[in-house]
Structure formats: C-alpha cells, structure tokens
C-alpha cells in the first residue's frame, strides 16, 4: 500500500488585514511596549522587603554574637559621636574644697574656774561683799575657712598632672560653753548676808570672763598651728586622691592675731544659778 506524502503547508503571510488586527491607529509600532505601574510599586516593595529582612538577620546575628558591643557599635555609626565635655579643673578642686571644711576644724576644750564678786556699799564703804565661784567647760574651734579659696588662689602645672593652692590664713571659728557641764561651784553673800544678792549678774559675768581665758589658753596652746597643719594635710590628700601626681598647698600668714571673729563670739547664755 502506498502512503502519501506529507503535505507541507506554506508559511503564514500577514497580510494587510493582519497588521491592522496587530496594530491600533495612532501607536507607534517602534515604541517600547508601556510599563505597569502596579507591577513596578510591587516590584519595589518586595525589594524593599527583602533588604529589610537581610538586614534584620545581619542585626540578629551581630546581637547574638556580639551583644552589647555590637549595639554600641551601631549606634557610633549611626549617630554622630558627642563632643567630649570641657571641664573646668580650677571650679572641681573649689567645690571639693569647699565640701571639706568641716575636716580641717581643730579643737580646744578645758575647764576654768572663775570667781567673781559684788560689794555692798554705804556712803562709800563696802558693808558686805558676795562671792561666786563658777566653774566653766568650754571649747574653741579653729580652722582655714576653705570657702574663701576660688580660682585665683589655684594653679595648674606640668599639664594638670600637679596644682598648687594656697589656703587662707587659719583662724577662730568660734568659742563657746557648754552650760550643761558648767556650774556654780559656790555662792556666799558674806556676813550675816549683807552682801547684795546678785546671783545671776555674776553668773553672767563669770561666763564672760571664762570665755575669754578659755581662747587665750587655746591661742597660747598653739590651736592656729594645728588647725593650718590639718588643712594643709586634708587638702593635700583630697587632690592626691583626685588623681594629681604633685600637690603643692601654702598657707597665707595670718595677721598674727588669735581672736573670735565677732560674728561668731557672743554672750555665753546664763545657766540656771544652783546655790
């Protein structure tokens, strides 16, 4: 039996009907074919999308790996690094000296017995006489008042690693009796009592005039010395602890005076008279 050959079919020719079915009126068949915005908003987005999540997977890791120093060194690059403080040294060492005033206080107590007395008199002559004996406790405080110490009285050298400051002059802070360990040892109005009963002027006047030997005997017993000494030592110790390698600290000389500033001295106050 005999087979046919096969039959060939020619190739498609477009014909004019073609190229209008192909082509619309009015485009440019050479231009390119127009872009879907969708298609490039969605295109965008998973770009978007999939950096994020790189990137969230690189930070995972850093954090697991690295923990906080990896934080710490995204965040240098992310945020621009702050300026480094200036600090004033002069205005640190005044403040921490004045913050230790209260360390460089020497004291001086003693006691001091002191009689005193009132005459009655009549036309000139004394008919009776009172006397009191007090015996009084007392203390004075001495010390450099470090609040007066400012910038000019400092100076930095051999960049900052030394400072030398020079300290006021030291002086009497303040006196005063303690009237709870005070007391009227003895109080006679004299022959048959003529004497005036004047009790608590001569009180008054015993805790005075106590006061007053109390701060000489300080003044002579070398309590100034001692309290420029304590300055000098808490001073230098406090910068050494600061982190200077050399301090160099000076007391100003005093005007060579040893009294209770007036601001500070006052009456005693009267304890209650016991007789």
Same mark, same amino acid.
């Given at each position: 039996? +005999?087979?046919?050959?096969?039959?060939?079919?020619?190739?498609?020719?477009?014909? /004019?009907?073609?190229?209008?079915?192909?082509?619309?009126?009015?485009?440019?068949?050479?231009?390119?074919?127009?872009?879907?915005?969708?298609?490039?908003?969605?295109?965008?987005? +998973?770009?978007?999308?999939?950096?994020?999540?790189?990137?969230?997977?690189? $930070?995972?890791?850093?954090?697991?790996?690295?923990?906080?120093?990896?934080?710490?060194?995204?965040?240098?690059?992310?945020?621009?690094?702050?300026?480094?403080?200036?600090?004033?040294?002069?205005?640190?060492?005044?403040?921490?000296?004045?913050?230790?005033?209260?360390?460089?206080?020497?004291?001086?107590?003693?006691?001091?017995? #002191?009689?005193?007395?009132?005459?009655?008199?009549?036309?000139?002559? $004394?008919?009776?006489?009172?006397?009191?004996?007090?015996?009084?406790?007392?203390?004075?405080?001495?010390?450099?008042?470090?609040?007066?110490?400012?910038?000019?009285?400092?100076?930095? *050298?051999?960049?900052?690693?030394?400072?030398?400051?020079?300290?006021?002059? /030291?002086?009497?802070?303040?006196?005063?009796?303690?009237?709870?360990?005070?007391?009227?040892?003895?109080?006679?109005?004299?022959? *048959?009592?003529?004497?005036?009963?004047?009790?608590?002027?001569?009180?008054?006047?015993?805790?005075?005039?106590?006061?007053?030997?109390?701060?000489?005997?300080?003044?002579?017993?070398?309590?100034?010395?001692?309290?420029?000494? +304590?300055?000098?030592?808490?001073?230098?110790?406090?910068?050494?602890?600061?982190?200077?390698?050399?301090?160099? #600290?000076?007391?100003?000389?005093?005007?060579?005076?040893?009294?209770?500033?007036?601001?500070?001295?006052?009456?005693?106050?009267?304890?209650?008279?016991?007789?």
């Amino acid at each position: 039996m +005999r087979t046919a050959p096969p039959k060939h079919k020619p190739p498609r020719q477009d014909g /004019p009907e073609d190229d209008r079915s192909r082509y619309q009126p009015g485009v440019d068949p050479s231009a390119p074919p127009p872009i879907n915005p969708l298609g490039f908003v969605k295109t965008v987005t +998973r770009t978007l999308v999939s950096g994020a999540l790189v990137a969230g997977l690189l $930070v995972g890791v850093g954090v697991w790996r690295g923990g906080d120093r990896f934080l710490e060194g995204l965040r240098l690059m992310v945020l621009p690094p702050q300026p480094e403080p200036q600090v004033d040294v002069k205005s640190v060492i005044v403040q921490q000296l004045r913050g230790a005033s209260e360390l460089t206080t020497a004291i001086f107590a003693m006691e001091a017995v #002191v009689p005193t007395r009132s005459d009655r008199t009549i036309a000139g002559y $004394v008919v009776g006489s009172t006397n009191l004996l007090y015996i009084a406790y007392g203390e004075v405080r001495a010390g450099v008042d470090l609040s007066q110490v400012s910038a000019s009285n400092i100076r930095l *050298l051999e960049d900052d690693s030394s400072v030398a400051i020079t300290l006021p002059p /030291p002086q009497i802070l303040d006196s005063k009796l303690d009237l709870n360990r005070s007391d009227v040892y003895d109080y006679d109005r004299g022959f *048959l009592g003529l004497g005036p009963d004047t009790a608590p002027e001569l009180q008054r006047l015993a805790q005075q005039e106590a006061l007053v030997k109390i701060e000489q005997a300080a003044c002579q017993e070398g309590l100034l010395q001692e309290a420029q000494q +304590r300055a000098e030592t808490t001073v230098s110790q406090l910068l050494a602890t600061a982190g200077f390698e050399t301090v160099q #600290v000076t007391t100003q000389p005093s005007n060579g005076t040893c009294e209770t500033p007036p601001s500070n001295s006052g009456e005693p106050g009267s304890a209650p008279f016991q007789g």
